[in-house]
């Protein structure tokens, strides 16, 4: 079975940092590529970042540079480090598993529980 598991959001404040985990079990990297997508309160998801099945092939769809992705083959883990939070990064966060990288949530083939992050200004 396949599943995602998203952690590692909370409260911070502006300025902060904070590193999500999506912890990815019944597949392989070949398989499906992950994407971290976000939904403010009253908007739409929108697409974050995604990594390719190469750990090197990262994609940001933001117009800023505040966020890294990262990955664990040993745990089968994907990192998105989030730094400089502001306000407006408030949202849920969730991680889904697409067959090829993709800023649009309607690709997203499984989807993970979400978590939520809190920027306080």
């Known amino acids: 079975e396949v599943q995602l598991q998203a952690s590692g959001g909370g409260l911070v404040q502006a300025g902060g940092s904070l590193s999500l985990s999506c912890a990815v079990s019944g597949i392989t990297w070949d398989d499906y590529v992950i994407g971290w997508f976000r939904q403010a309160p009253g908007k739409e998801r929108e697409g974050v970042s995604c990594m390719g099945v190469d750990s090197w092939n990262t994609h940001y769809y933001l117009p800023e540079s505040r966020f890294t992705l990262s990955r664990s083959d040993a745990t089968k883990t994907v990192y998105l480090h989030l730094k400089n939070l502001e306000p407006d990064d408030t949202a849920v966060y969730y991680c889904?598993?697409?067959?090829?990288?993709?800023?649009?949530?309607?690709?997203?083939?499984?989807w993970g529980r979400g978590t939520l992050v809190t920027v306080s200004s």
């Open positions: 889904g598993g697409l067959i090829r990288c993709s800023s649009n949530s309607h690709d997203v083939r499984k």
